[in-house]
């Protein structure tokens, strides 16, 4: 199975969690959005396993609100990874939701454990007092709790280079992403 990690922060218990569940033969890669401070946390999911690991950066993303930002997540898992087994992002993010929208699967919010069985993963997802146990269909998009403290197993992999992605990489058009694709109008304050 093919999973991918967005990294949304410290990638650390997400690592954790992701090899908890990963079996032999599976893979996952890391992505982030944003500048080359990136790079240091990418190289840090090389080292737990990943197998690719991309930054997803151009001047046209700059600006970007949550709604560019998924439309930016869904280029890339459509043309890079359109038969992942989940898109995990290490945090809630608010661009998660609007991900699952833009490529019709189902989220699951904060989620405190996952495990994996003969029919697939389930998760338990912690909204404080109500705790849900769920089985997650293939495709689908999760975010993890924050605060659940899961150490990841060093693997000793070295590091490679990281694989940057722009805009005409992802088939993206410039009114799609950044300011100019965002939902929020800009108004001259007096």
Same mark, same amino acid.
């Given at each position: ?72 997540? /869904? ?7 359109? $038969?992942? @087994?989940? #898109?995990?992002? *290490?945090?809630? &993010? ?37 705790r849900r146990r769920c089985r997650v269909p293939s495709g689908s998009v999760i975010s993890l709790k924050e605060g659940v403290d ?6 000793? /992999? ?7 992605? $722009?805009? @005409?990489? #992802?088939?993206? *058009?410039?009114? &799609? ?14």
């Open positions: 199975m093919d999973y991918v990690l967005f990294v949304t922060g410290g990638p650390d218990s997400a690592l954790g969690m992701l090899q908890s569940v990963m079996q032999e033969g599976d893979t996952f890669s890391a992505v982030a959005i944003g500048g080359e401070k990136l790079d240091e946390i990418l190289d840090t999911c090389i080292s737990a396993g990943a197998s690719e690991t991309y930054r997803l950066m151009d001047k046209a993303f700059i600006g970007s609100d949550t709604w560019a930002l998924a439309r930016t997540y /869904a280029a890339f898992a459509g043309k890079y990874h359109p $038969g992942a @087994e989940a #898109l995990i992002f *290490a945090r809630y &993010s608010s661009a998660m939701p609007m991900l699952a929208h833009l490529i019709r699967a189902q989220q699951f919010c904060y989620v405190a454990d996952m495990e994996r069985d003969d029919l697939g993963m389930i998760v338990t997802q912690d909204y404080g007092d109500d899961i150490p990841f197993q060093d693997k000793g /992999a070295s590091t490679s280079d990281v694989r940057i992605l $722009g805009l @005409e990489d #992802l088939e993206l *058009a410039e009114m &799609s992403v950044g300011s100019f694709g965002s939902r929020v109008f800009e108004r001259e304050v007096c």
